[in-house]
């Protein structure tokens, strides 16, 4: 029976999911490189950078399987050199990202986190106090026009709001169907009362969302981030919050997750900063669709056959030559 590594944290679910397909390991099983060098399936996420140092060790290895739709921690072309192919979970939670971008939304502009602390803290006459504003009429910057950007946009016209996007990989027709349009990044900044990013961390976007951009943006305005942490400036963010460019921001992404107590985020102690940890794609019905594609993918590889959702398809041919 082939074998699975999950280097981080406890295998038992994943243990329990692939019984009968894989015999899965962890951490707690054995030296990390033995273990390393002997597994066929490696599981992969935000917590181990896949590169070409860690697949050097991994000598049978035959695929990654990446339970996210990011997989900015997976050197793909170095997947790709060694013949080890790399899958994703593309679509399990555009829905649960989607509705939280919005919850999230809702929160910064109606203050709700912190209207609950102060009841909480027996202050009710904080009513008169919150800055709050309403959805409707207001523009939505959407930075990524993807399935969950696109979902997101959605969901703000059925609000009421306007929208226009970012995203240089996709056509114009795409924003025009639902409403909106298509602008380039300043042009998006500078129209946004509300600003949601949904990009992938890559080179090209890691601190897109920075000081000269946050400068466009109007005054009052507020942030959503549920992608990743590194498109974001958090500096940046802290400064606007402090000025007031920023209203609000409500972050469910950081560069170091789980972040540290000296995390720059930490500094800025006012109620206007929501952060909660990187849950936007919890939900029941997500989860129950992410353990479905993550069996599939592991039995398709188990038995030799391509798995779907491929991101290196220059490896496939490779890979089936020796698929055993």
Not at 187 to 194: E, I, K, L, T
């Given at each position: 029976m082939p074998m699975l590594f999950k280097p981080f944290g406890s295998p038992k679910k994943e243990a329990a999911l692939l019984a009968g397909v894989a015999e899965v390991k962890g951490?707690?099983?054995?030296?990390f490189d033995a273990l390393l060098a002997s597994c066929d399936m490696l599981q992969a996420d935000i917590e181990i950078q896949v590169d070409d140092a860690l697949l050097e060790k991994a000598k049978n290895l035959r695929a990654v399987l990446c339970r996210t739709i990011g997989v900015d921690f997976v050197d793909l072309a170095a997947a790709t050199r060694r013949g080890v192919l790399v899958v994703n979970s593309p679509a399990y939670c555009?829905?649960?990202?989607?509705?939280?971008?919005v919850g999230l939304m809702f929160a910064?502009?109606?203050?709700?986190?912190?209207?609950?602390?102060?009841?909480?803290?027996?202050?009710?006459?904080?009513r008169g106090k919150l800055h709050c504003v309403e959805l409707r009429g207001k523009?939505?910057?959407v930075l990524g026009f993807g399935k969950i950007g696109?979902?997101?946009?959605?969901?703000?016209?059925g609000l009421g709001m306007e929208f226009v996007a970012y995203d240089p990989y996709a056509p114009a027709a795409a924003a025009?169907?639902?409403?909106?349009?298509l602008l380039d990044?300043?042009?998006?900044?500078?129209?946004?009362?509300?600003?949601?990013?949904?990009?992938p961390l890559t080179p090209e976007t890691r601190g897109m969302v920075g000081a000269r951009e946050l400068s466009l943006?109007?005054?009052?305005?507020?942030?959503i981030n549920v992608a990743r942490g590194g498109v974001a400036d958090e500096t940046a963010v802290v400064e606007a919050l402090r000025t007031g460019k920023l209203a609000a921001a409500a972050l469910d992404v950081m560069t170091e997750e789980p972040p540290s107590k000296e995390h720059v985020l930490f500094t800025y102690d006012k109620p206007n900063l929501i952060l909660t940890p990187h849950v936007a794609w919890s939900s029941l019905e997500a989860r129950v669709l992410n353990d479905e594609v993550f069996r599939a993918q592991a039995e398709a590889v188990a038995a030799g056959r391509v798995p779907e959702h491929v991101l290196n398809p220059d490896a496939v041919e490779a890979w089936l030559k020796t698929a055993r």
């Open positions: 951490v707690g099983d054995g030296p555009v829905e649960a990202v989607a509705e939280y971008a910064a502009a109606r203050a709700i986190p912190e209207a609950s602390c102060a009841v909480r803290g027996e202050n009710w006459n904080v523009t939505l910057g696109r979902r997101v946009a959605e969901m703000a016209r025009e169907q639902l409403g909106g349009r990044l300043d042009g998006v900044m500078r129209a946004s009362d509300f600003l949601t990013i949904h990009l943006m109007r005054d009052g305005s507020f942030l």
